[in-house]
């Protein structure tokens, strides 16, 4: 597989990354070392988690369950250095610390609470899940309203943290600084506060992105392409809309829909023509829809790594069947002749 590094890092990982966040409330812990040692197997090196997971849904209760799964694999299976390990640090209102935010008197203790539940001594990536400030993400891109941020609290924010984290990277806890969920003006001021304290810089962004929802085309590819900031995508598949499943009405039994209804925010009146339309473009070049839009993520130019999930081996094996694809110009320009017909469907 081909690998990529991140940002100004030695750091390789493979295109591809399993993601974990249904481990512990759709899947088991046995169900979550069978997708470890699968997607290991076909050469994937790297895995993303959360203190937070998993997910579908939230709960106090199950909070850090995921990173114990994959905590007890590696202990089980001693087999820590053949993988990058990436998890994140939740932002405001997330249903632990009461709420707290990120700051220099949290990362040091989350730190601790992730290495322990993951059984390992060291983090190769260690995210920032969302920013205090509020994101456009989960959604919300006509919504968030930044009127309300001081500039000045934000920047006095970033260096606090920045002073912690690079402590953690003396300390040898963490290898590597990325963000999640993170606007352009975001990642821009994170650089510069890495310049400023001559703290890690941010090896990379992890936001939704696929052939329905492309907001980093803009602004935050330009960004990362300036300042060597990897674009980790996640949800590739848009939540399964991709693979055509909720077509004409259907909810297969167990799917996310069925757990959450709309599929957080992404079931709109328009994503469904959007949905045809990509299927349609596979169908005419003899394509799996799922292969396509993995391929077509991963071409992208900005791009490091896809992140996907998956609830069964036999979802993991279609994924992996995209590993060695290349989309051509004439699929490529049917894709963007899409986009274009239906933009932003949700």
């Not at 997971?53 to 909070?63: C, H, L, Q, S």
């Not at 053949?82 to 997330?94: R, W």
């Not at 935010?101 to 601790?112: A, K």
């Amino acid at each position: 597989m081909k690998k990529n590094k991140l940002g100004r890092t030695d750091i390789e990982v493979t295109d591809f990354c399993l993601g974990s966040m249904t481990w512990g409330t759709q899947n088991t812990a046995k169900e979550g070392h069978a997708q470890i040692e699968r997607a290991l197997g076909a050469g994937i090196n790297f895995i993303d988690t959360a203190e937070m997971y998993p997910v579908n849904p939230v709960r106090a209760e199950t909070i850090g369950r995921t990173e114990e799964i994959i905590g007890e694999w590696i202990g089980s299976s001693g087999r820590r250095s053949d993988f990058v390990l990436a998890t994140k640090h939740s932002g405001e209102g997330a249903p632990v610390r009461d709420g707290a935010g990120i700051s220099s008197d949290t990362i040091r203790p989350t730190i601790e609470a992730s290495l322990k539940r993951l059984q390992t001594d060291y983090i190769d990536l260690y995210q920032f899940h969302w920013p205090n400030r509020g994101s456009y993400m989960f959604r919300k891109n006509w919504q968030f309203d930044p009127s309300s941020q001081n500039r000045a609290d934000t920047m006095a924010h970033m260096d606090d943290c920045m002073a912690a984290l690079q402590d953690e990277v003396t300390r040898g806890t963490i290898r590597s600084f990325g963000l999640s969920n993170e606007s352009a003006w975001g990642l821009t001021q994170w650089s510069n506060a890495s310049d400023r304290n001559d703290g890690p810089r941010p090896v990379s962004v992890q936001n939704e992105y696929s052939l329905l929802a492309r907001l980093a085309d803009t602004d935050v590819a330009e960004v990362c392409h300036n300042e060597d900031i990897g674009m980790l995508s996640y949800s590739p598949l848009a939540a399964g809309l991709l693979t055509g499943k909720y077509q004409n009405g259907a909810v297969p039994d167990k799917s996310r829909m069925a757990i959450n209804g709309d599929l957080g925010g992404r079931k709109t009146d328009r994503v469904f023509k959007a949905v045809d339309a990509y299927l349609s473009i596979a169908q005419k070049h003899g394509l799996d829809p799922v292969h396509m839009a993995m391929a077509w993520a991963r071409q992208r130019p900005f791009m490091t790594s896809v992140i996907f999930g998956a609830t069964s081996l036999d979802q993991l094996d279609v994924v992996l069947g995209a590993l060695d694809l290349t989309l051509g110009d004439e699929i490529l320009t049917d894709i963007d002749a899409a986009h274009k017909a239906h933009p932003m469907p949700y």
